[in-house]
């Protein structure tokens, strides 16, 4: 089956169903920017001490319909020394800053997605993106991969709560399965619950 074909073979999402979801994610991104302005604030007093170098990272990542975009983030790792990591290798732990950890752990890395949100780039929740060098890699190797990209990526989504950080084949696939199980059964109802989800693990501070 073809890229295009698996994509097609997942689109549950009615545009009945498509406005109030963007409607949803812009009245929540908007409410968020008064969370970002006085984080940002305290990032930038605090990432010269703690995180030398630029504050925010970008990163091509993959989008709806397989689609190039540019995501942002906090950025909580120390530049790659040598070969970038492979798209099935381990996180490079060791490269986490000190104020990194605490971003990752309380997902507050994530906050300048908010903005990709608003572009439309980005839902608040939906599979989430995987950088668009890896995810060529998994079109290939990873069955249904391509099909996950049936509707916007999210800031948040069922793989993040439900599955956690993965690395390896075998991580990506249980990834892919939660993913295609979320699109199946596109509802606001689902997108209410994963997000009471994610409150839960970013005061437990569960983040990776």
Not at 39 to 47: A, G, Q, R
Not at 99 to 126: A, C, H, W, Y
Not at 145 to 163: F, I, N, W
């Amino acid at each position: 089956m073809s890229d295009m074909s698996q994509i097609g073979a997942c689109l549950p999402v009615t545009l009945a169903q498509a406005w109030p979801k963007r409607a949803f994610d812009i009245a929540v991104a908007l409410a968020l920017l008064a969370v970002i302005v006085p984080v940002t604030v305290v990032l930038v007093v605090l990432n010269p001490l703690l995180n030398a170098g630029p504050l925010i990272y970008r990163q091509d990542r993959m989008g709806y319909l397989c689609r190039p975009f540019a995501a942002y983030k906090f950025r909580t790792m120390r530049p790659a020394k040598g070969a970038m990591r492979g798209a099935f290798d381990a996180l490079e732990v060791d490269r986490i800053t000190v104020l990194g950890r605490f971003l990752r752990k309380t997902r507050l890395d994530e906050l300048p997605q908010i903005i990709n949100v608003l572009r439309g780039d980005m839902s608040l929740i939906g599979p989430r993106p995987d950088s668009y060098e890896h995810a060529c890699v998994y079109l290939r190797e990873v069955d249904g991969y391509a099909a996950r990209h049936a509707v916007r990526p999210g800031v948040s989504g069922l793989a993040q709560t439900e599955v956690g950080y993965v690395d390896g084949l075998d991580g990506i696939r249980r990834k892919v399965a939660a993913d295609l199980h979320y699109i199946a059964h596109a509802s606001f109802r689902l997108d209410l619950w994963i997000t009471w989800r994610t409150l839960l693990v970013v005061l437990a501070r569960k983040g990776c």
